[in-house]
């Protein structure tokens, strides 16, 4: 269009002189006409051959003005042409369709059409988001190219003006600082001292370099560089692309050290934690301890990968071994109490839909803070489910519990200063009963026996998280073992007492020499455990939703049951944790899976005999908990989506 109007512009512009030339000679034979009379027609034709010959020569000046701008043109798209062919970079004019329509020489040697096309097309995709695209290319040859593509127009058709710019030596030099990039691991042989302690010092000292050996042969084969921090402790430093042939091969380590220990009889597995995405060695090192943190957290046995703000998670395979000391028992009791004697008052918080055990561990805490004279709350949902309404219920008429359970709009503005928060049966802030109760305070103890995931209360003053303990319950039962001169009711003994039994399902599961002396410890003040029982029934209906979710199972591999069920029930999620538990009665299964929906929020129980890892599997979904027993919640899904999700999930793992 601007082209158009720029020749309408001349061809004006020279009309109008001529019109003006015309005008001053009419004038002149006008006044020449006045002067001699008679010369009318002789004048009149004199004006019209000068008006002739003007357009003529109008005329004539815009055809020799239009061949000077063709020629000049021609010239100019030679020169450019030329110019474009002289570039040591390769480029092409390319049709929206993927039809090369020119190629400078680099590119014509460089570049076959077929790729330059297929470029072309997906370069046409990203053209429509930006009006230049850039894209890194193989071009096939090994080379390495920015492709850049902007929009022109050769002469009535809209074109793609691809360049190539070569960045195969930068390439080759950020992979080579990427591979070569520093990681940091620390690496730990777990429950060290309590093995070692049986042993006399000849089978120490073997058994000792046996490992050091096995540990500093890996990190040799890695290229890596190994220091011993303490007896059980090694920092290594090894270059990122190590990092990722150790993650091909499943931290090999692993299998390696159960392997040797295989053959002295001992319990002895390391773990490790590594990192390499921060900017500083020093972060990294603290990255690399708060990941083998985790590692311990989830029970040892395994290495975990920092990577910006994603963990990925190998080996776990195992229970987390059982710890014989129990010095930190015994410490951990005085700490909490020191921390309630400091306190004005004493809030205790628990996890949503609390459970049996979150609420018996609970009832401990009010224990310990009623003892030292404290004033205490727990915080609960707005509504619980049957079982733990059920416990709450026979806690009331204790004396001093009446007042005890609130929920979080009763408490939300009272003063928190100098008050302590004690968070039991979670470790996980988006699972509290209300998170937003969490920033009040300046102090938090955490208690939980749950694997540790990437998402942990990190500013808590006090953390007493042991991995082989089975319930909340036996945690806080002994730290009242150790807590002098306390005496606790047959109700408080029996509600604690049922928390172990519910996570233990009735002392079958992940059970220790611990758990039955906290039980025997209970025993101890009156327990009644018909009383316990009870707490336990279900309703008509609560029974007949559970044997519907049994019935509606199917099977996979043969050894691994999954149901869904869509109804509605105020106990969903208790009624689907124990149609969990009955579909593992079932001969051949191995593993089983309930999934319901309350709410938006799809919720997933998991159980296993402990062959297969179910906390593994829902990890990878967001879950998380034990080997035997796990959990995860899903928000703004399909009940179909979450079981195809579920479903990818444990054949990812079964694939391992």
Not at 522 to 540: S, T
Request: glycine share 6%; hydrophobic share 40%.
């Amino acid at each position: 269009m601007d082209k158009e109007r720029k020749k309408r512009f001349n061809f004006l512009k020279s009309f109008s002189a001529c019109i003006v030339i015309v005008c001053i000679l009419i004038i002149c034979v006008l006044i020449f006409s006045v002067i001699v009379p008679n010369s009318f027609y002789i004048d009149v034709s004199i004006v019209v051959l000068l008006c002739f010959t003007a357009i003529i020569m109008c005329i004539r000046e815009l055809k020799n003005k239009k061949i000077k701008l063709s020629e000049l043109s021609t010239n100019i798209d030679s020169i450019f042409k030329e110019s474009l062919d002289l570039i040591d970079i390769p480029m092409a004019i390319v049709g929206m369709q993927g039809n090369i329509i020119w190629k400078n020489n680099t590119a014509e040697h460089l570049l076959p059409d077929e790729y330059i096309e297929k470029s072309a097309l997906k370069l046409e995709s990203l053209k429509k988001k930006s009006p230049n695209s850039s894209l890194l290319e193989d071009v096939g040859n090994g080379d390495i190219y920015n492709v850049i593509c902007n929009q022109i127009q050769f002469e009535k058709y809209e074109c793609l003006l691809v360049s190539f710019i070569d960045k195969t030596y930068e390439t080759s030099i950020r992979q080579t600082l990427e591979d070569t990039r520093v990681a940091i691991g620390i690496l730990f042989i777990d429950n060290y001292e309590e093995t070692m302690q049986g042993l006399d010092e000849i089978q120490k000292a073997e058994v000792s370099s046996v490992l050091t050996k096995e540990i500093r042969s890996w990190a040799r084969e890695n290229k890596g560089v190994l220091a011993r921090l303490d007896k059980d402790k090694y920092a290594i430093f090894i270059e990122k692309k190590y990092v990722d042939k150790m993650e091909e091969s499943s931290f090999d380590i692993l299998e390696r050290v159960r392997n040797v220990t295989k053959l002295t009889k001992l319990p002895i597995t390391v773990s490790l934690g590594i990192s390499y995405s921060e900017d500083t060695l020093e972060e990294r090192y603290n990255a690399g301890t708060s990941a083998l943190d985790i590692a311990l957290g989830r029970g040892g046995d395994q290495a975990v990968v920092k990577k910006d703000k994603k963990y990925d998670f190998f080996g776990g395979s195992n229970i987390g071994l059982e710890k014989t000391s129990k010095v930190k028992a015994r410490t951990m009791a005085q700490a909490i109490r020191e921390l309630i004697e400091k306190s004005e008052k004493v809030y205790v918080v628990g996890h949503r839909n609390s459970d049996i055990d979150c609420i018996g561990a609970a009832i401990g805490i009010v224990k310990i803070a009623k003892f030292l004279n404290k004033p205490v709350n727990v915080v609960i949902d707005a509504k619980c489910n049957a079982s733990t309404s059920a416990i709450i219920e026979k806690i009331k008429y204790t004396e001093g519990y009446d007042e005890v359970f609130k929920t979080y709009p009763e408490v939300r503005n009272d003063d928190f200063t100098n008050a302590l928060l004690i968070v039991v049966d979670t470790h996980k802030k988006s699972y509290l009963v209300e998170p937003e109760l969490l920033d009040k305070f300046d102090k938090v103890v955490v208690i939980d026996h749950h694997r540790r995931g990437p998402e942990f209360i990190d500013n808590a003053v006090l953390t007493y998280h042991e991995i082989y303990a089975s319930s909340a319950s036996e945690l806080v039962a002994e730290v009242l073992m150790y807590t002098d001169g306390i005496e606790i009711s047959s109700n408080e003994a029996e509600c604690i007492y049922a928390g172990l039994v519910v996570d233990t399902k009735n002392f079958m599961f992940k059970t220790g020499v611990r758990t039955f002396e906290v039980a025997a410890y209970l025993k101890k003040f009156g327990i009644d455990v018909a009383e316990v029982k009870l707490l336990f029934q279900n309703d008509f209906d609560t029974y007949v939703a559970k044997v519907d979710i049994v019935k509606n199972a199917e099977f996979y591999h043969d050894k691994i049951a999954i149901s869904v069920s869509h109804a509605v029930h105020q106990d969903m999620p208790i009624i689907a944790a124990q149609a969990a538990d009955e579909l593992l009665s079932i001969s051949g299964i191995q593993a089983s899976f309930v999934l319901c929906k309350v709410d938006d929020v799809v919720m997933i129980s998991g159980r296993s005999m402990g062959d297969i890892n179910v906390q593994v599997i829902l990890e990878k979904i967001g879950g998380g908990g034990h080997l035997t027993f796990a959990g995860a919640q899903i928000a703004g899904i399909s009940l179909d989506k979450a079981k195809a999700k579920l479903i990818d999930s444990i054949e990812a793992y079964l694939a391992q």
